[in-house]
């Protein structure tokens, strides 16, 4: 377990942050990605202090597909070899934030949401194959499945949308092509506190009544933890041994709310 390789793009903060520390912890070592938000990296680099020699950290724009390629010959030369990639690579503009779409929002969201995991995973392809058994997460969103509707219309774009169930059709694709060696599933998210709950922008310019329709839409009525992504990660790469190509929504029961179970009827026989 110590001598496997994990990628993590989108590592500076938040959930990929998490699941790289996590990773860490756990004996893998691990190749840490980021482009932007670098406001995060003295905060990142404390916490890799304790790891020091385990792992690498690597600044690229992965909506570059050439730099995709670059950057994952350069990663995998680090430790030789690549066995998990955590495919965390997203940029959802809230319309209570960004208000109508423009062309360039549109564009950029899908190179990043969409574009970008589906180069990554290219690339990492062959390294995965070739440990022989390999894992890949992918990290989406629940907005493939909503869309810009009922209480989330004011957190998910059409863009953001589109590119997550894109990306549930890649999901069972990839699962083909990595077949046998590699185990491919998808972690689809709801509000989770980093990413579109109460530790981003976007949750404090919603008013308390918008905030309590997204909480009651959700079955359990609260959003979700980093930590209930990290170990739902952690049980896909080391416990779902016969599990790819599956879908785990971990959303609270978002997808499921608002809509009420009537009791029985009677009935006329």
């Known amino acids: 377990m110590a001598e496997k390789v994990a ?88 319309p209570v934030v960004h208000g109508p779409y423009i062309r360039d929002q549109w564009d950029l969201e899908l190179a990043t949401t969409l574009r970008a995991k589906r180069w990554l995973f290219d690339a990492c392809l062959p390294c ?66 980093t990413r579109h709950a109460e530790q981003t922008r976007g949750w404090g310019l919603l008013s308390e009544t918008q905030r309590m329709a997204i909480l009651n839409h959700t079955l359990l009525n609260r959003t979700g933890k980093i930590s209930d992504v990290v170990e739902t990660v952690l049980f896909l790469i080391e416990s779902a041994s016969f599990m790819t190509g599956s879908v785990i929504r971990l959303d609270g029961g978002y997808v499921l709310g608002g809509e009420e179970v009537l009791p029985m009827p009677k009935g006329v026989l």
């Not at 169930?165 to 990839?174: D, V």
């Open 128 to 193: 995965l194959k070739a440990g022989g058994d390999g894992s890949v997460i992918v990290i989406s969103s629940i907005a493939g499945i909503t869309g810009r509707a009922g209480p989330a219309s004011l957190v998910f774009n059409d863009g953001y949308a589109a590119a997550n169930r894109a990306i549930s059709s890649l999901t069972e694709t990839w699962a083909r092509v990595a077949a046998p060696q590699v185990r491919v599933n998808e972690l689809m998210l709801g509000f989770i506190e």
């Open 7 to 94: 990628l993590v793009p989108g590592a500076i903060k938040g959930i990929g942050r998490a699941i790289a520390l996590a990773l860490l912890e756990k004996g893998y070592r691990v190749i840490l990605n980021y482009f932007d938000w670098e406001e995060y990296l003295p905060e990142l680099q404390s916490l890799l202090q304790p790891h020091e020699g385990r792992y690498a950290l690597f600044r690229t724009d992965l909506t570059d597909t050439d730099a995709v390629h670059r950057f994952v010959r350069d990663a995998a030369a680090v430790f030789g070899r690549i066995d998990v990639l955590i495919n965390n690579i997203e940029r959802g503009g809230w």
